[in-house]
């Protein structure tokens, strides 16, 4: 089972930072405390997870509802997700205009190769999917918007990794490792010869790293100049995606896909400085 945010400790202000609120640092943790397939947590449960104290968070889920980011059920005594938290997300997606430009892509590419296409952005130590198209094969990976995925492991979070400056790279994988732990070594080795993939194809790779049955090519999407980096990637089973397959078929057709989108992106990103 890969970690997930709700494994993170309390948020701590940046130093002596003045302009951090605290509260609203907590408020955020006990909505991302929530994990997949988790549909109710109680008050107890919550601290446990975010290590902020119990009279605290019955506080914040209090507040929480009232605001309608949780829902209370009274006979469970525990909380789950509220409409509120699903506004925010939607409104957020609906002001991506790059997922606009970006689907008909990803969608013509998922058709022609029957693999999962997607794009993607980091949020801590996971990649998010923002899109998603499929093929329509029998061997489909079946993620969807939302969908995570590490950051360590997968091809387009380690093609995430090669499109930053190195200085921010070398924070992030400080950061990575500690998340990781003892499990870091080994994943540093396969993010190192991410890069050196990157280095000499343009792309990466992540050969049944993620998961034992899926193989997967990714590149970064490097937008404004290097302002904002994303993702895309294509995957699929381990069965039809050899190593052959993936560096010389997949992998150059998607760093054509990436091309068109940022040339269409381009004039947008023009006009709106």
Not at 140 to 169: F, M
């Amino acid at each position: 089972m890969q970690p997930t945010d709700s494994d993170a400790e309390e948020p701590q202000p940046p130093g002596k930072d003045r302009n951090f609120v605290t509260a609203l640092a907590r408020g955020l943790e006990l909505l991302r405390a929530f994990g997949t397939g988790e549909e109710y947590l109680g008050n107890a449960e919550l601290s446990n997870r975010t290590a902020i104290p119990r009279p605290t968070v019955s506080r914040l889920t209090y507040t929480l509802t009232q605001l309608g980011y949780l829902q209370h059920n009274t006979h469970l005594e525990k909380y789950r997700l509220g409409p509120g938290v699903l506004a925010l997300g939607y409104r957020f997606l609906a002001n991506m205009g790059i997922r606009e430009v970006a689907r008909p892509y990803l969608q013509k590419f998922a058709d022609a190769t029957d693999c999962n296409v997607s794009l993607g952005s980091a949020d801590r130590s996971d990649m998010v999917y923002l899109e998603t198209c499929h093929g329509s094969g029998p061997l489909i990976i079946r993620l969807d918007v939302g969908s995570r995925l590490p950051i360590a492991t997968s091809a387009i979070g380690r093609a995430w990794l090669c499109g930053l400056p190195t200085a921010r790279r070398q924070q992030l994988m400080h950061e990575l490792a500690v998340f990781h732990g003892s499990d870091w070594p080994a994943l540093e080795a396969g993010i190192h010869q991410s890069l050196r993939d990157y280095a000499e194809y343009g792309f990466c790779l992540s050969e049944q790293d993620w998961q034992r049955d899926i193989s997967a090519v990714a590149m970064p999407l490097i937008l404004e100049d290097g302002a904002e980096v994303m993702a895309i990637n294509c995957g699929g089973s381990s069965l039809r995606l050899d190593h052959d397959r993936l560096v010389n078929n997949l992998g150059p057709r998607l760093k054509e896909v990436a091309e068109q989108i940022k040339q269409e992106l381009a004039p947008r990103y023009r006009s709106a400085r």
